[in-house]
């Protein structure tokens, strides 16, 4: 197997570089390969087993990661962690990848990032006793990092905002003031008197960021809105229809009736509006709505009533989900296309079973699939393979507005990974079998490691190139292990495959018993992945996995090179080649080495 170091050199003419292409070439596969970053080495490794940690101590529970890349290549990894001082109080962390070849996390003492993962520090407020959990973080265009969580204050959970700037780690303290004085965060939840939860986090094209979350209001739970820009931190206010500073007068942003509301995920649109999705109780079970903040229109939730659009009488909001629904809608999931189109993706029950379900926006009217779109949704079809029950829903697109939504759903009892997608024209599921896609849903079979077990918890990423990468977790018999499936039509002429990562051939394969997992090894159930891909195209995978008595935080790398994702050393300064060719990542060379 492969062990990367910290990087190499590039020659400054072209025969050097013919020469280095050349050497690269016999030693090097024609195809990418799936690394794990060993923290005892500092390099990454295609020994799965050698992958070590990147958490702060093996002597406490790290669980629920969070990854994102920033446009220099910096992967940052946001976890939860028990507090080594205070065993059994979850706190939050922040690690990262630096592409120069290193993993570091944050040290508060020392106001750095350390290769020393030990002495890592908590992120969060730093009081003793109080838990924090739940983290999400987003990037802005200047490369500062920010995380959303939910923390104690000692008696309830309050919503709190902390960043990395590029130098120091901050946390919101209010009207306006972000300090390195941790346990000076302020909450910038609705300030009801009741514990806040489920923090999610979108930053907008001028570095904008929005957070939705639901809070108890003391009647029910209730999704609100906090928004912070280059001032401040503010929360929104139906009363007045405006942002406001005092976070006490924070309105609901759902149908502000007396039941409860949940699960709320948002998406940003290329014109900024912010689209909020989340379930509500109407007044019968649990069903999916649809808000909005807009410049021009404010707060605003989707009416179906004639005539259908957005209304800011929130309390006259129609559900988007399922009509005649008989049972509760699991969590929703949205993404915004090219055109502005807005997608959500939901499980709900038809007819005593969950069966997957998309609703889309597309600019004028709010519509849900029935073979074509339609807004009449007491016409709705599923969109999986047929009446068995299904899991919840994630949702993609690509460049070319394809929408992508991987589930579960039963196959002979078992939970399996299915992938279906919109192309603009059809409704289409994959037929592991045939292989390709088909619009018969019922000829729709699993993408997932063919283990005879579970598998759960899918998540996506689409690369550069409109490549898929479906990441989930799946009992091999003996534990649950982390996998990855990848959708991929990049061949000239187009040859669409969904395959599978076999680590043993180091290759993707369409023989999905061929699988093996992409985790460490370490005997332990390994779960809930989360996924990004980089501007170079390298996928960063991001799961905790038990080790002995405690789990642990993982990062591995999928890249197409066949080489670590490390950043080569600048070309001397009179080169002739321009910088932009500079990144090994720049040639093509799946074409290049290819036999």
Same mark, same amino acid.
């Given at each position: 197997?492969?062990?990367?170091?910290?990087?190499?050199?590039?020659?400054?003419?072209?025969?050097?570089?013919?020469?280095?292409?050349?050497?690269?070439?016999?030693?090097?596969?024609?195809?990418?390969?799936? =690394?794990?970053?060993?923290? !005892?080495?500092?390099?990454?490794?295609?020994?799965?087993?050698?992958?070590? $940690?990147?958490?702060?101590?093996?002597?406490?529970?790290?669980?629920?990661?969070?990854?994102?890349?920033?446009?220099?290549?910096?992967? @940052?990894?946001?976890?939860?962690?028990?507090?080594?001082?205070?065993?059994?109080?979850?706190?939050?962390?922040?690690?990262?990848?630096?592409?120069?070849?290193?993993?570091?996390? =944050?040290?508060?003492?020392?106001?750095?990032?350390?290769?020393?993962?030990?002495?890592?520090?908590?992120?969060?407020?730093?009081?003793?006793?109080?838990?924090?959990?739940?983290?999400?973080?987003?990037?802005?265009?200047?490369?500062?990092?920010?995380?959303?969580?939910?923390?104690?204050?000692?008696?309830?959970?309050?919503?709190?905002?902390?960043?990395?700037?590029?130098?120091?780690?901050?946390?919101?303290?209010?009207?306006?003031?972000?300090?390195?004085?941790?346990?000076?965060?302020?909450?910038?939840?609705?300030?009801?008197?009741?514990?806040?939860?489920?923090?999610?986090?979108?930053?907008?094209?001028?570095?904008?960021?929005?957070?939705?979350?639901?809070?108890?209001?003391?009647?029910?739970?209730?999704? @609100?809105?906090?928004?912070?820009?280059?001032?401040?931190?503010?929360?929104?206010?139906?009363?007045?229809?405006?942002?406001?500073?005092?976070?006490?007068?924070?309105?609901?942003?759902?149908?502000?009736?007396?039941?409860?509301?949940?699960?709320?995920?948002?998406?940003?649109?290329?014109?900024?509006?912010?689209?909020?999705? %989340?379930?509500?109780?109407?007044?019968?079970?649990?069903?999916?709505?649809?808000? #909005?903040?807009?410049?021009?229109?404010?707060?605003?939730?989707?009416?179906?009533?004639?005539? &259908?659009?957005?209304?800011?009488?929130?309390?006259? *909001?129609?559900?988007?989900?399922? !009509?005649?629904?008989?049972?509760?809608?699991?969590?929703?999931?949205?993404?915004?296309?090219?055109?502005?189109?807005?997608?959500?993706? %939901?499980?709900?029950?038809?007819?005593?079973?969950?069966?997957?379900?998309?609703? #889309?926006?597309?600019?004028?009217?709010?519509?849900?699939?029935?073979?074509?779109?339609?807004?009449?949704?007491?016409?709705?079809?599923?969109?999986?393979?047929?009446?068995?029950?299904?899991?919840? /829903? #994630?949702?993609?697109?690509?460049?070319?507005?394809?929408?992508?939504?991987?589930? *579960?759903?039963?196959?002979?009892?078992?939970? #399996?990974?299915?992938?279906?997608?919109?192309?603009?024209?059809?409704?289409?599921?994959?037929?592991?079998?045939?292989? *390709?896609?088909?619009?018969?849903?019922?000829?729709?079979?699993?993408?997932?490691?063919?283990?005879?077990?579970?598998?759960?918890?899918?998540?996506?990423?689409?690369?550069?190139?409109?490549?898929? @990468?479906? &990441?989930?977790?799946?009992?091999?018999?003996?534990?649950?292990?982390?996998?990855?499936?990848?959708?991929?039509?990049?061949? &000239?002429?187009?040859? $669409?495959?969904? *395959?599978?990562?076999?680590?043993?051939?180091?290759?993707?394969?369409?023989?999905?018993?061929?699988?093996? /997992?992409?985790?460490?090894?370490?005997?332990?159930?390994?779960?809930?992945?989360?996924?990004?891909?980089?501007?170079?195209?390298?996928?960063?995978?991001? %799961?905790?996995?038990?080790?002995?008595?405690?789990?642990?935080?993982?990062?591995?790398?999928?890249?197409?090179?066949?080489?670590?994702?490390?950043?080569?050393?600048?070309?001397?300064?009179?080169?002739?080649?321009?910088?932009?060719?500079?990144?090994? !990542? &720049?040639?093509?060379?799946?074409?290049?080495?290819?036999?």
């Amino acid at each position: 197997m492969r062990t990367g170091g910290s990087g190499y050199g590039l020659f400054g003419n072209v025969a050097g570089m013919l020469a280095l292409l050349f050497v690269f070439a016999s030693i090097r596969p024609a195809h990418g390969l799936v =690394w794990i970053w060993d923290s !005892s080495d500092l390099a990454w490794t295609t020994t799965l087993t050698d992958g070590s $940690p990147i958490d702060t101590t093996l002597a406490e529970d790290a669980v629920t990661p969070r990854v994102a890349i920033d446009a220099g290549g910096m992967t @940052y990894v946001v976890f939860n962690q028990e507090d080594t001082a205070d065993t059994g109080i979850g706190r939050i962390y922040l690690s990262r990848y630096e592409p120069s070849g290193q993993v570091g996390i =944050w040290d508060r003492e020392t106001r750095t990032w350390t290769t020393t993962l030990t002495d890592g520090d908590p992120i969060d407020t730093g009081i003793a006793g109080r838990s924090a959990h739940s983290p999400q973080l987003a990037i802005d265009s200047r490369n500062r990092v920010y995380v959303v969580f939910a923390q104690s204050d000692g008696i309830r959970d309050h919503i709190y905002l902390s960043r990395y700037d590029g130098t120091d780690v901050q946390i919101y303290a209010g009207l306006g003031v972000w300090t390195t004085n941790l346990s000076a965060g302020s909450p910038i939840d609705a300030n009801t008197g009741r514990s806040a939860r489920m923090p999610q986090l979108a930053i907008d094209s001028n570095d904008q960021g929005y957070i939705a979350f639901h809070q108890d209001s003391g009647l029910a739970s209730h999704i @609100y809105l906090s928004r912070f820009n280059s001032a401040d931190v503010r929360i929104w206010d139906v009363d007045t229809s405006g942002w406001t500073l005092n976070f006490a007068n924070g309105d609901p942003i759902d149908t502000t009736l007396a039941r409860e509301a949940d699960n709320p995920r948002l998406a940003i649109d290329f014109l900024d509006n912010v689209y909020v999705a %989340y379930r509500q109780n109407d007044g019968a079970f649990y069903n999916v709505y649809l808000s #909005r903040f807009s410049v021009t229109g404010g707060v605003q939730i989707w009416n179906t009533d004639f005539p &259908a659009g957005w209304t800011t009488t929130l309390s006259n *909001g129609d559900p988007v989900g399922l !009509s005649g629904a008989s049972g509760d809608a699991l969590g929703p999931d949205l993404a915004v296309d090219a055109n502005d189109a807005i997608y959500i993706a %939901y499980a709900q029950e038809d007819t005593a079973t969950d069966r997957v379900f998309l609703t #889309r926006y597309d600019g004028t009217e709010v519509q849900i699939w029935g073979a074509p779109w339609t807004t009449r949704f007491e016409q709705a079809r599923p969109i999986d393979t047929g009446d068995a029950q299904a899991d919840v /829903p #994630r949702v993609a697109v690509d460049s070319r507005n394809n929408i992508y939504v991987a589930f *579960g759903q039963l196959v002979d009892g078992r939970n #399996r990974i299915h992938l279906s997608r919109w192309n603009g024209g059809n409704m289409q599921i994959w037929d592991a079998d045939a292989p *390709g896609w088909t619009a018969t849903p019922a000829e729709g079979h699993p993408i997932d490691a063919a283990t005879g077990r579970d598998a759960r918890s899918p998540e996506m990423t689409v690369d550069s190139q409109d490549r898929v @990468y479906i &990441a989930f977790n799946q009992n091999d018999g003996t534990a649950d292990r982390v996998y990855m499936s990848r959708y991929d039509d990049t061949s &000239a002429p187009s040859s $669409p495959l969904v *395959g599978i990562w076999n680590q043993d051939a180091e290759r993707w394969t369409a023989t999905f018993t061929d699988a093996t /997992p992409i985790d460490a090894g370490t005997g332990g159930n390994a779960l809930l992945p989360r996924l990004a891909a980089s501007h170079s195209d390298e996928v960063y995978i991001t %799961y905790y996995q038990s080790r002995g008595s405690e789990n642990h935080i993982y990062l591995n790398v999928s890249e197409e090179l066949g080489t670590p994702p490390t950043e080569p050393d600048e070309p001397p300064s009179d080169s002739k080649f321009d910088s932009s060719i500079c990144f090994l !990542s &720049a040639f093509h060379f799946g074409e290049l080495l290819a036999p």
